[in-house]
C-alpha cells in the first residue's frame, strides 16, 4: 500500500511542516469568531496568541477549525473493503478505479473465473439485447456490463486505487477510529481479516502525511467506524425513514456514496451470494454461479450478501432515486431502490402522509419518467426505462 500526497489546502502563512501549517491555519480560524477588528489584523497577531489559541482549542476539545484545512491523499493497492470503509464516513470526497468499468488485476485463480463469466456474460448479454437495441448495446457496452457483473466474484479486499481529500481534523478522527478497529476483539471473519490492513494503512497515513495528532480525535465520545456500527432497525417510512435489506458488498458501495444517508452493515450468519438478474432464469448457469461464489466464500466475493441498515429523510431517499433508478446505475441498486420505493409508497398511504401522492409519481419506472427530472443522456432502451431490465 503506498500513500501520497497530491493537493493541500494553500495558506496565507504557509510553514515548512505541513502540520504546523493547518494548525496554524487553524488557531487563526479559531480567533474569527471573536476577532476585535478585521481579518487582516487576526492574520497578523503576534504567533504566541495564535500558539495559545491552538493549545486552548485541542484541550478544551473545540476541534471543528481543524477542518478548514483539507489535503488530497492518494491511495494506491488500498483494498476495496478499506476503501469502503472510509467512504462510509463523512466529510470527505473521493474518486476511486470502478471495477465496473475496468478489468482488475487479480491472482491467477481468481482471474480465471473473472475471465470465464465475463465471457458468460457477454454471451448472454448479447443474445438477450443486442439484436434488439444494437445502437445501446454496442461491444464496448457489452464488455462493460459483463466487467460490471463478473467482479461479483473478486474479493471484496481486491487492491483499488483512489484519490482521496478530507479535512485535516476529519483525518484525525478517521485514523483514531481505525486504530480502534485493529485494537477491538471480535468474533467475526471479515473484520480480523482487515486488522493487518488497517494497520499498515495507519502507519502509512501517519508517515506520509506527518498530519496525525493524538489531540484531534474523539475517543472520548466512544464513536467507532460508522459502517460497523450495526443496530437492529425496524423499518418505518415517513418524513424520515429507516430500513434493512440484505446487499452485496458491491451494492453497498454504491449506496454509500449517497452522503446524505447513513448505512451500516454486519456479516450474515450464513454465506448467501448475489445471482445476477439475467442467469436467475438459466438454472444450469445459476447452479455454476452459486459454485464459484462457494469457492470463493473464503476471501470474501463482492457479491457476498450482508445484511444493510440505511436511514435517512424522505426527500434524500428522492434524491437517491434521481441517481439509481436508471439504465445506467447498477443493476442491484435499482432494484433495491424500487423495493423500498414500494414499501414507503404503501406505509405513506396507510398514514395518510401528506406526501404519499408526490411519491407515487416516482413509481413509472426510471428517472427519465419523473416529472422533476431532466435527462441528458437518453438510452433509447425500453426495459431499462420502464424498468424491467435484466442486466
Known amino acids: 500500500m503506498k500513500v501520497t500526497i497530491l493537493a493541500k489546502t494553500r495558506t496565507i502563512q504557509p510553514k515548512e511542516n505541513l502540520k504546523d501549517e493547518f494548525d496554524n491555519f487553524s488557531g487563526k480560524a479559531a480567533g474569527i469568531c471573536y476577532m476585535p477588528n478585521d481579518i487582516s489584523t487576526l492574520f497578523s497577531e503576534e504567533q504566541n496568541k495564535t500558539d495559545a489559541r491552538i493549545r486552548q482549542t485541542k484541550s478544551g476539545r473545540h476541534l471543528s477549525v481543524y477542518d478548514h484545512a483539507v489535503v488530497s491523499l492518494y ?46 456474460f457477454k454471451q448472454k448479454i448479447s443474445q438477450k439485447y443486442q439484436n434488439l437495441y444494437p445502437d445501446f448495446f454496442t461491444k464496448s457496452k457489452i464488455q462493460k456490463l459483463a466487467q460490471e457483473n463478473a467482479r461479483y466474484l473478486i474479493s ?3 487492491p483499488t486505487c483512489m484519490l482521496y481529500t478530507v479535512p485535516y481534523g476529519q483525518l484525525n478522527k ?16 471479515l473484520r480480523n481479516a482487515l486488522k493487518p490492513y488497517i494497520k499498515e ?7 506520509a502525511t506527518g498530519l496525525i495528532d493524538d489531540e484531534l480525535n474523539a475517543d472520548e465520545k466512544n464513536r467507532v467506524l460508522s ?3 450495526f443496530k437492529e ?15 452485496s458488498f458491491a451494492q453497498l458501495a454504491q449506496a454509500q456514496r449517497h452522503r446524505t444517508l447513513w448505512y451500516s452493515m454486519k456479516t450474515l450468519d450464513n454465506n448467501e ?6 442467469i436467475r432464469d438459466d438454472n444450469a448457469l ?25 436511514l435517512g429523510t424522505l426527500d434524500n431517499f428522492i434524491l437517491k432515486m434521481k441517481e439509481r433508478k436508471c439504465t445506467f446505475a447498477q443493476l442491484e441498486i435499482n432494484n433495491t431502490t424500487d423495493d423500498i420505493l414500494t414499501e414507503y409508497v404503501q406505509e405513506l398511504g396507510r398514514k395518510n402522509h401528506p406526501q404519499a401522492e408526490i411519491l407515487k409519481k416516482y413509481t413509472l419506472g426510471s428517472r427519465c419518467t419523473f416529472e422533476d427530472y431532466k435527462c441528458i443522456s437518453s438510452c433509447g432502451f425500453k426495459e431499462g426505462v420502464i424498468g424491467n431490465r435484466e442486466i
Request: charged share 30%.
Open 156 to 158: 471484496v479486499f481486491t
Open 273 to 278: 451470494f448475489y445471482v445476477p438478474k439475467i
Open 233 to 247: 432497525v425496524q423499518k418505518e417510512y415517513g418524513s424520515c425513514y429507516a430500513t434493512t435489506y440484505k446487499a
Open 227 to 229: 459502517l460497523f456500527d
Open 286 to 310: 445459476k447452479e455454476e454461479w452459486l459454485l464459484d461464489c462457494k469457492k470463493q466464500e473464503s476471501i470474501f466475493p463482492q457479491g457476498m450478501l450482508v445484511q444493510v441498515n440505511e
Open 174 to 189: 478517521i485514523y483514531h477510529f481505525l486504530v480502534h478497529e485493529f485494537e477491538y476483539k471480535t468474533d467475526s471473519k
Open 201 to 207: 494503512f495507519c502507519q502509512k497515513v501517519k508517515d
Open 75 to 120: 491511495f494506491e493497492d488500498i483494498p476495496k473493503i478499506l476503501a469502503m470503509i472510509i467512504n462510509n464516513e463523512k466529510m470527505y470526497n473521493t474518486s476511486e478505479k470502478s471495477a465496473r468499468y475496468t478489468k482488475m488485476n487479480l491472482n491467477e485463480k481468481e482471474q480465471a473465473i473473472y475471465n470465464k463469466w465475463i465471457e458468460i
